[in-house]
Each structure stands twice: as structure tokens, then as C-alpha cells.
């Protein structure tokens, strides 16, 4: 619909890791890559990514990165306003974002995104966006370190991961064409009506160290905005942050 060729799989290691080898061959972006399941799916810093076959949305939008990468900034948050806005097509309620791109329902994990980037920024540089999302899965034998929860649970009936999928294109299409004419300054106020853990107390993890603060939003450029106690307000953004609550 969008000129984005389709690439299916039936087992991969990792949708963004076919991504990227299908862009080291020299097809062109976009694309997108679905998988029924994956062996080596992975989150953010390494973490394993439960990925049974036939169950979940295993799915990866390949694109060319057009606007520089000051024009990327924001993107895993808008990732995310697409992915609450196809769950709720689904029929979810009760959706959330988690700064910086984890998608909740009913206070469980129910999606989450890893966006990577290849290349030169100087030259042909692309970002891979991988979405899994929980649809059907059972937790039979799996052991998954936090709280996770399915379309199938918050809905009641047996979802169709195709009608998912399609609603989870078209609305990357629409959040990311709104993202690259406008910024993400015209979606932050969107993301803010999302954000589960606003004025909550958290804890920042910076990988160095751990940060005590007041959820208090986030900025233009979609960095989180912590109140510290005799600090006042900072804001932080980059790959490496956790939040959790205090
Ligand atoms: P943050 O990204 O803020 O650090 P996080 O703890 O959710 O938050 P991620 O790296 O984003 O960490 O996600 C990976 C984690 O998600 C895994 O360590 C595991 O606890 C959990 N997880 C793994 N597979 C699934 C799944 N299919 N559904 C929900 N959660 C999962
Ligand atoms: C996270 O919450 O840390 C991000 C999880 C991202 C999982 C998806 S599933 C499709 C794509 N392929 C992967 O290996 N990871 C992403």
C-alpha cells in the first residue's frame, strides 16, 4: 500500500537482524519483515525477547534515514503512539507508553520496540524498527522476568495477528510521515496523554548510576524530564536509560 515490499519468514533469528543482512545485500528501503517466530529475538541491550512461533507480531520496518539524524529524534516514542494506536484498533483499552518505547496494558508489558540504526549518517544510513507485540501467547513455558499480558487476555477472544499487523502499518505510516514533516514536537502532547508513570517516583538506571526522581513528562525532542530532590529538573535521553518505579 505504502511501497513497502513485504519479506516473510517462516523461523529467523531476529526480524531486525534479517533486516539488516536484507540491507547488506542491497535491497532498498523500505521494507518490512514479519516472522511467525524467531530463535534469537532480542530487547534493548542485549535482553532475550521471548519469541514463540505462531503466537505474536514479530515484525521489523526497514527505512532510509532522510532528514539527518537530528530528524530521528523522537522516533522510538512515535514508534510507540503507533503501536498504542493499532492495539487500540484491536479493541485494547487501558494502553500506555513507558519512557522510552515500552507499550503497556493493564499495567503488564504487552509490546515493546527496539529501534537501531546502520550506516553512515554521513552517507546511507537506515534505521531498523523491530515491534514485537504479545497477541496470542500462552505462558505455558515460558518465563519472562516481568509482568506481560496479551491482546488475547485484555480483549477476551482469540486475536487475528493479521488484522493486527495491518492496522500496525498503516499506523507507523501515518505516525511517521506526521514525524518527518512536522517533528515530534507536534506529537508530544499525544505521547503525554499515554505516559502511565507521569508524576510517579522512579528510578533512572544510566548504567553508571541510579537516579532518584519525579516523572515530569518529557521535552520537545522526547527526553524524559525528571524533578530530583535538590536538583530541580534534567533531562535525559539516549539508548542506554532504564526507568522503573521507585
Ligand atoms: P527498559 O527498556 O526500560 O530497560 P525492560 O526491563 O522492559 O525496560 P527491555 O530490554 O526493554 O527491558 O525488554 C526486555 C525485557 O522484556 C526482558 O528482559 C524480559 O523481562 C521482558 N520480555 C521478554 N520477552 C517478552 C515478551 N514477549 N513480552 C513481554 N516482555 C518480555
Ligand atoms: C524491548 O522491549 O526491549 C524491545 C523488544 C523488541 C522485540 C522485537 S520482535 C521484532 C524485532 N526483532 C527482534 O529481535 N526484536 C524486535
Known sequence: ?????????????????????????GVPAPFVVMAEGQTAGRGRRGREWASPPAQNIYYTLALKVLNGLQGLSGLSLVVGLAVLSALR?????????KWPNDVYADGRKIAGILVELN?????????????????????????????????????????SRADLAHFLSESLHHYLDRHSREGFSSLREEWEASNIWYGRDCV?????????GVMNGIDEQGALRLWIEGRGEQCFSGGELSLRLD
Request: glycine letters at 14%.
Open 1 to 25: 500500500r505504502f511501497g513497502w515490499r513485504l519479506y516473510l519468514r517462516e523461523t529467523t533469528d531476529s526480524t531486525n537482524a534479517e533486516a539488516l543482512r536484507l540491507l547488506q545485500s
Open 89 to 97: 484498533r484491536s479493541g485494547v483499552e487501558g494502553v500506555g507508553l
Open 119 to 159: 550506516g553512515d549518517p554521513a552517507d546511507a544510513c537506515h534505521v531498523i524498527i523491530g515491534i514485537g507485540v504479545n497477541v496470542n501467547m500462552r505462558p505455558s513455558s515460558l518465563s519472562i522476568g516481568q509482568p506481560w499480558t496479551t491482546v488475547r487476555e485484555q480483549t477476551g477472544g482469540l486475536a
Open 204 to 212: 533512572l538506571s544510566t548504567g553508571a548510576q541510579q537516579i532518584k
